[in-house]
């Protein structure tokens, strides 16, 4: 059974006199223990199949299957417990609450799932120490650097197994050896834990480690490549290009 | 395992409260005023009430039934007593004949400024009561007093002012029990010399047959002896009306107290929802439910909630102190001290403030909370869009201004609806605001660019963005200036009510005035022969006396005046409202005919023509109406004029208790003062007074008492002036990482700072041109509606209240604006553009 399945999915936002096909009739299935990343030119619509994806927002049109559930039936409750127990989100602006620690951050998706908080914070630690930031833990957020923000964002991602996780430019701010770091801890949770990962990036280097890579243009998926970690970051570089122009 | 997390939440808004201490104290204080006003009316009003009831209880131990006349005048007691004497199962019946005598300044005894004089019938008194004594004994010989222990002790003397002069007594014993006015027992004739009232009582106490069924009994008395005269085991009431007056101005100011602390509490909310936008939505992105949402912000409101009521009640109990002392200042200004006022801390009084504190927040919270849940997990990913905003403001722009035309209309059509018109009126501007907000800003665009130039249009876009937080600051403070705005009005209003009337009250050249004004019962007059030896000096041309009784309609009391319309118009007209003056003056001494006050005529339901049936000692007896007519004396009570004659004849009142004198042409003021002050120095409880003095120490002293309402006025908008500090403190806390960014691409810190007072002069403009707007059309309503109660105020448009709430709201806006900009300008640039 397939983690995400979608059926032309369409996502038009505006009103009537002037409307945006942020999706378009998007199709698209994702097996679980997949590596995939998405890529494409600013505003083509990655962090919208990424919110939809995660049940954040509802399509315009189409369908999302889930673990096998139909995303348009269940309901906030559902889709809110799907959220905090089966996948780990990390976004590309305003991660974490600034008034919680890091800690508390990370532990914000088991807490809000009846986690004993001491028990939360036990497994947020367990996953700070994956991303390489234990000795910030008591760290509020704006006493850490943007990259160190996004590493607790990934740790939060991780720290309840999720079967999916969605991670929009989770490397953004990061230097190249750090975002390499971080994209081999994700590649190991995908080959080891058996999750699904689906990842937005520019950067063809960290694409390139991905099993594989959905180009998307204007709302449409313009080209596919299954690599299987295979094709390098030139590879992909050109392939970028070409759909650009 | 798993938990319910409704603790996790308790936490996480915990800690949303104490990582933000600028911002909770801001919003706590708000609270916290709320729930202060109204403990501290809850404090003050009961033991205002409580004061009243005792002083009003006739503290009757061991009486099973008392019964005075429905004047509260005193009566002949004969008919009463020979029907109560042939009725079974009366045991004994004394006769009581008291009053509440202001002491007049030289004659105090100690601290003490008013006694309740007690004449008592030693005779059969012991049958049906007893007083009990600390010391020495009970009357026996003429001449003598029984005291309450703070007048004096046994072997003293003590001096009264009467009807007849000043009277000396020995005091022969001490109560144990001094009554809430300090008692003086003496014998029932002498009371009643000195009282000017010989053979009459005006209350009869009875004692019934052991055994004897006493509903039952007392039924039968009333039957026997019928309604219209008698009040049964009332308490003698007296004085009172003017509280009523008092009571509705502190009912309407806990009103509008309770409405703004609510809306404070909204407001902030409100404001925390909006501003949490990115945290909330990041909550729900992550996984947690709408009603973990909802938890999280009524447990934050509900913790806030219960510190700012906790804060609230402690600082409500020393406004509470506070306001008693100022109360107890004007009270004795105008009616002496008629009573003990104390604080009253019972449980009920927490009831109230501690349920707004805490489910005010609880409410007032909710709908934001609901609004939170509703919080799209995008919300936290994308800006808001503005476009939904947008359309919500029109929408209630539509609907507010529907809901203005009803209120005009209301307004226009009757003075019946003009109150709640009034109100609608308020409540369509506050619906209409935040679609007012683009238009307002636009309009007041280029005066702001004048100032600030390129500043301005930042703080423009900055409220334009946010028109639901613009319009609810604009709308708090728009509140309290219409608030202050129809204060003013009605202060306007009156002050130049009371110059007409002062004027026209006052054309007398000498007055002869009791100490205290308002409350005549308390004044033991002037008798007849006193008066007259006033008419026998050589320069006095003429002298109009007021005459004074009581008598109630459907419970509330009535003021009976009697004048001589032969020469009362002459030194004192009254302003006509119906009727001829003239016309009104002849018909007067023609039997039973009326001059009503405005007041009253309400209170009878009465025109010029009607009849009117009053209650006098005589029964109920028809009176014409020939007139309408104001009076300043009488302004608030409801009031009849009669002439003397009717007064003497329907009930028993022939003292005076004003005097005005005209002197003859040439003659010396002065001198014919000092002439009136030795006819009557054995009535100290008159002062004599050169009318023109007198006139404009009137004035300025009614103009000062008005001017404390200028004060209530302003401490409404202390709530205001918190909402502005909130909304801008929060503002730049909320952009802080774009003041950062301002400031990073070159933006300096004055222009910074101008940016947020900026911000602040467009909110209160906009608040206070909505806020003088309305303003003028509530206190337009409230005054016209005034008639209606029978005060006839004019509207006098409040120029100067309006000047003053433009000034305020200024000023507020640059006060509240100090703190916010100054944090604003001294952001660290790096920590700005870190901030989430
Ligand atoms: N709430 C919205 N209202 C209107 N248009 C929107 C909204 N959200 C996104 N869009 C539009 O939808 C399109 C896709 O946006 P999306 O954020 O998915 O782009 P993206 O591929 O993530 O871009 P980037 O790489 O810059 O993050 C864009 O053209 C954007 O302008
Ligand atoms: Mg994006």
């Known amino acids: ?245 | 395992m798993k938990t319910s997390t409704w603790a996790q939440m308790a936490r996480m808004a915990w800690q949303y409260l104490m990582r933000r201490k600028l911002r909770t104290t801001l919003t706590t204080l708000a609270i916290v005023f709320g729930v202060a006003l109204i403990f501290a009316m809850e404090l003050v009003l009961p033991g205002v009430e409580k004061a009243l009831e005792q002083s009003l209880e006739a503290e009757s131990e061991g009486v099973d039934l008392n019964i005075a006349s429905a004047t509260g005048d005193a009566f002949d007691p004969q008919p009463a007593l020979d029907t109560l004497h042939n009725t079974q199962g009366v045991a004994a019946i004394t006769e009581v004949l008291r009053r509440r005598i202001i002491l007049p300044k030289t004659q105090q005894l100690g601290d003490i400024t008013q006694i309740e004089l007690i004449g008592v019938d030693v005779a059969t008194l012991d049958q049906v009561r007893t007083y009990e004594l600390r010391d020495g004994r009970f009357l026996e010989n003429s001449g003598e007093a029984v005291v309450a222990p703070d007048v004096g002790k046994t072997g003293d003397t003590i001096t009264v002012v009467t009807a007849v002069g000043l009277k000396t007594f020995a005091v022969v014993g001490v109560l144990t029990q001094g009554g809430l006015t300090p008692r003086v027992l003496i014998h029932l004739d002498e009371a009643q010399t000195a009282l000017a009232q010989p053979g009459l009582v005006n209350l009869l106490e009875i004692d019934f047959e052991p055994g004897v069924n006493k509903d039952h009994l007392t039924d039968q008395i009333k039957t026997a002896l019928g309604d219209d005269r008698y009040l049964y085991n009332a308490s003698v009431s007296d004085e009172f009306a003017i509280m009523d007056i008092a009571y509705l101005i502190f009912g309407l100011f806990g009103v509008i107290a309770l409405f703004l602390g609510a809306f404070l509490i909204f407001n902030t909310f409100r404001t925390v929802v909006i501003e949490r936008r990115h945290d909330l939505g990041m909550l729900r992105a992550v996984g947690a439910t709408r009603r973990q949402i909802m938890q999280l912000i009524l447990i934050e409101s509900l913790l806030q909630g219960v510190m700012g009521t906790l804060i609230g009640l402690i600082l409500g109990y020393l406004m509470a102190a506070g306001m008693l002392e100022a109360m107890k200042g004007i009270l004795d200004q105008y009616m002496g001290q008629f009573f003990d006022i104390g604080l009253l801390v019972t449980p009920g009084a927490f009831a109230v403030p501690v349920g707004l504190g805490l489910l005010c927040t609880l409410v007032a919270g909710y709908w934001p909370a609901l609004r939170a849940g509703k919080t799209t997990p995008l919300e936290s990913l994308r800006p808001a869009s503005g476009a939904t905003v947008q359309r919500a403001a029109n929408w209630g722009l539509v609907v507010g201004f529907a809901v203005m035309a009803l209120a005009l209309l209301m307004l226009i059509a009757s003075t019946k609806t003009t109150i709640p018109g009034a109100i609608l009126f308020l409540v369509g501007a506050v619906i209409a605001s935040p679609g007012m907000v683009m238009p307002a800003a636009r309009l007041f665009n280029p005066l702001l660019t004048l100032w600030f130039a390129r500043e301005g249009d930042l703080a423009r876009g900055n409220m334009v963005r946010q028109p639901g937080r613009a319009a609810i600051t604009a709308s708090t403070l728009m509140i309290g200036l219409a608030t202050f705005i129809l204060i003013a009005a009605i202060v306007k209003g009156f002050e130049q009510l009371m110059s007409d009337l002062v004027d026209r009250s006052f054309s007398s050249d000498i007055l002869v005035m009791p100490t205290v004004i308002g409350t005549y019962s308390s004044i033991v007059g002037a008798d007849e022969a006193q008066v007259e030896e006033l008419r026998q000096l050589p320069d006095v041309e003429e002298v109009a006396e007021l005459r004074h009784a009581a008598s109630t309609h459907n419970g509330q009391r009535l003021e009976i005046y009697g004048i001589d319309p032969q020469v009362y118009p002459d030194v004192s007209p009254m302003l006509f409202t119906k009727g001829e003056s003239a016309q009104a003056y002849g018909q007067l001494n023609e039997g039973r005919k009326a001059i009503l006050n405005p007041v009253a005529a309400v209170m009878l339901g009465a025109s010029v023509g009607d009849t009117v049936k009053l209650i006098t000692m005589q029964g109920q007896q028809p009176y014409e109406v020939v007139g309408i007519a104001n009076d300043l004396l009488n302004l608030k009570l409801a009031t009849v004029f009669i002439s003397q004659e009717s007064l003497k004849t329907d009930f028993n009142k022939t003292e005076s208790i004003m005097m005005m004198i005209n002197i003859e042409s040439g003659a010396d003021t002065q001198t014919v003062a000092g002439q009136v002050e030795d006819v009557l120095r054995e009535y100290p409880q008159f002062t004599i007074e050169i009318t023109s003095e007198y006139r404009s120490t009137l004035e300025t002293m009614v103009s000062n008492n008005l001017k404390i309402y200028y004060g209530l006025g302003l401490l409404i908008l202390i709530p205001a002036a918190l909402g502005l500090l909130n909304t801008l403190t929060i503002n730049v806390l909320e952009r802080t990482r774009e003041i950062g960014i301002v400031r990073a691409v070159g933006g300096s810190r004055v222009q910074v700072r101008r940016m947020v007072v900026a911000e602040a002069l467009l909110l209160c403009t906009f608040g206070a041109a909505v806020g003088v707007l309305v303003g003028v059309v509530v206190s337009y309503g409230f005054i016209s509606s005034f008639s209606l109660m029978g005060w006839e105020v004019d509207y006098v448009f409040p120029v100067m209240g309006i000047i003053a709430a433009i000034v305020i709201a200024l000023l507020l806006a640059l006060f509240s604006s100090i703190l916010p900009a100054r944090n604003a300008a001294r952001l660290d640039i790096i920590r700005a553009l870190q901030y989430e």
């Open chain 1, 1 to 245: 059974m397939p983690v995400v399945q979608t059926e032309s999915l369409t996502k038009i936002y505006g009103d009537d006199s002037h409307r945006v096909y942020a999706l378009n009739n998007v199709s698209l299935t994702i097996e679980q223990g997949e590596f995939v990343a998405i890529m494409g030119p600013s505003g083509s619509g990655k962090s919208t199949l990424l919110y939809l994806l995660g049940g954040l927002e509802g399509p315009t049109n189409g369908k999302i299957c889930l673990n096998g559930d139909d995303l348009s039936t269940l309901d906030d409750d559902d889709l809110s417990r799907k959220r905090r127990t089966e996948i780990g989100f990390v976004f590309q602006f305003f991660n974490l609450i600034p008034v919680l620690t890091a800690e508390e951050n990370v532990a914000i998706p088991l807490i809000l799932d009846g986690v004993p908080r001491s028990r939360a914070l036990q497994r947020a630690d367990e996953a700070l120490i994956q991303v390489g930031l234990l000795d910030r833990k008591t760290h509020r957020p704006a006493e850490l650097s943007g990259g160190e923000q996004q590493r607790v964002a990934l740790a939060r991602a991780l720290v309840t197994n999720p079967a999916l996780i969605l991670g929009d430019e989770p490397t953004g701010n990061l230097d190249s050896r750090s975002s390499d770091e971080v994209v081999q801890l994700l590649r190991q949770v995908v080959d080891n834990g058996g999750r699904t990962l689906v990842l937005v990036t520019h950067d063809p280097r960290i694409a390139a480690y991905a099993d594989r890579i959905i180009f998307l243009k204007d709302g449409q998926i313009v080209d596919e490549n299954r690599l299987k970690g295979q094709a390098s970051a030139e590879n992909i570089r050109e392939r970028l290009v070409k759909i650009a122009v």
